[in-house]
């Protein structure tokens, strides 16, 4: 696998792991169980743009699943059900 496989592949390593934590984006003391963007860069050996991107990512993702979500449920999505 080539260098941009491996890439690919570490990035969405780190999007499911990182999808996985608590992520805290207030201004006062981190609660117990959640982390920083900072705390989550140095973790992830990334800079904390890095996990903004991705964090960024995961919402894109996850709006994506619901616009679907809701397509499908109220028929208006044209694909078929188990791809026949």
């Known amino acids: 696998m080539g ?3 491996t890439f690919t592949r570490k ?3 780190r999007l499911a792991r990182l ?3 608590r992520m805290y984006t207030g201004h006062e ?6 982390v ?9 050996g990334v800079s904390v743009k890095t996990i903004e ?6 919402r894109r993702r996850a709006e ?10 109220d028929g ?4 078929t059900a188990g791809g026949s």
């Open 64 to 73: 994506r699943r619901a616009v679907l979500a809701e397509a499908v449920g």
């Open 53 to 58: 991107r991705d964090k960024a990512e995961l």
């Open 11 to 13: 990035r969405e390593e």
């Open 76 to 79: 208006s999505y044209g694909g």
């Open 3 to 5: 260098t941009a496989g």
């Open 29 to 34: 003391a981190v609660p117990y169980g959640y």
């Open 36 to 44: 920083t963007a900072g705390e989550a860069a140095r973790r992830f």
């Open 19 to 21: 999808a996985d934590m």
